[in-house]
C-alpha cells in the first residue's frame, strides 16, 4: 500500500542545520516531494527529487534520497527562524494510470534563537 | 493565473447542517484533488478527479461526505449532515493531468462544527 511517514516534531537553534526524515513505501515512486505549510497557509512546493537522482541541492536545501531504504531527507543548512513551519513529505503513487499525491503527517519545525 | 481558489476561508457551521466548499483550479489543469488536514491525522487525499470524471474517492470518509466537479473550473465538496468530528481545514489542489512536478494547493477552508 501506500504510506509514508515522518516524525513530528523537531526543534533546532538558529543558525544550526535541520534534518528531516521521511520512509515511503511505493518503491515505484518517480517523484519524491517536500512541501512547506506556514501557519494559515496552503502547501507551497520547496523542492522535489526525481527517483533516478540520489541528491538534489538547491540553495540551503539539500535533499537526499536513498531509493533502496525508501528513505528521503531534507535538510535545511543554517536554519532560519523563517524556516518555522510544517514540512510535508510526499510520493507521487500511480494507481489506476493515475498519478496522486500521498502525503506524510508532516514535521513541525521549530527554530530557536 | 490567481492560482487554486478555495471559498470561503473559514465556516462555522452547526452540527446537522449541510457544508458546501468550493474550489476553482487553476485554469488548464485537469486533476484536481481534495484533502482534509488534522492534527491527528495529517493530510488525507478524501478524492481525486481527472478531466471532472471522479478518479478515486477511497478517502472519503462516509456518505456523508460527496464531491463533484461539474466543469473544468469547479468543484465542490459537501457535507451533509455535519457533525464536529468533520471540523479540519479541507485543501483543494490541482495539477496538470500527468502531475509532473507540482500539485498546487489553494489557501484551505477551515471548517468548525460545533
Known amino acids: 500500500g501506500e504510506d509514508v511517514e515522518q516524525s513530528l516534531f523537531l526543534s533546532v537553534r538558529e543558525g544550526d542545520s535541520s534534518v528531516i526524515n521521511c520512509t515511503y513505501t511505493d518503491s515505484s515512486s518517480t517523484y519524491l516531494y517536500w512541501y512547506k505549510q506556514e501557519p494559515g497557509a496552503g502547501l507551497q512546493l520547496l523542492t522535489y527529487?526525481?527517483?533516478?537522482?540520489d541528491m538534489k541541492q538547491d540553495q540551503r536545501l539539500t535533499v537526499l534520497l536513498n531509493k533502496k531504504d525508501k528513505h528521503l531527507s531534507l535538510r535545511i543548512a543554517d536554519t532560519q527562524t523563517g524556516d518555522s513551519a510544517i514540512y510535508f513529505c510526499a510520493e507521487r503513487s500511480r494507481s489506476g494510470g493515475y498519478n496522486k499525491l500521498i502525503f506524510g503527517a508532516g514535521t513541525r519545525l521549530a527554530v530557536h534563537p | 493565473d490567481a492560482g487554486v481558489i478555495q471559498s470561503p476561508r473559514h465556516e462555522v457551521t452547526e452540527m446537522g447542517q449541510e457544508v458546501t466548499l468550493r474550489c476553482k483550479p487553476i485554469?488548464?489543469?485537469?486533476?484536481l484533488f481534495w484533502y482534509r488536514q488534522t492534527m491527528m491525522r495529517g493530510l488525507e487525499l478524501l478524492i481525486y478527479f481527472n478531466n471532472n470524471v471522479p478518479i478515486d474517492d477511497s478517502g472519503m470518509p462516509e456518505d456523508r461526505f460527496s464531491a463533484k466537479m461539474p466543469n473544468a473550473s469547479f468543484s465542490t465538496l459537501k457535507i451533509q449532515p455535519s457533525e464536529p468530528r468533520d471540523s479540519a481545514v479541507y485543501f483543494c489542489?490541482?495539477?496538470?493531468?500527468?502531475?509532473?512536478?507540482?500539485?498546487?494547493f489553494g489557501q484551505g477552508t477551515r471548517l468548525t462544527v460545533v
Open positions: 527529487i526525481f527517483s533516478n537522482m
Open positions: 489542489a490541482s495539477s496538470d493531468a500527468l502531475l509532473g512536478t507540482e500539485a498546487f
Open positions: 485554469s488548464g489543469h485537469n486533476s
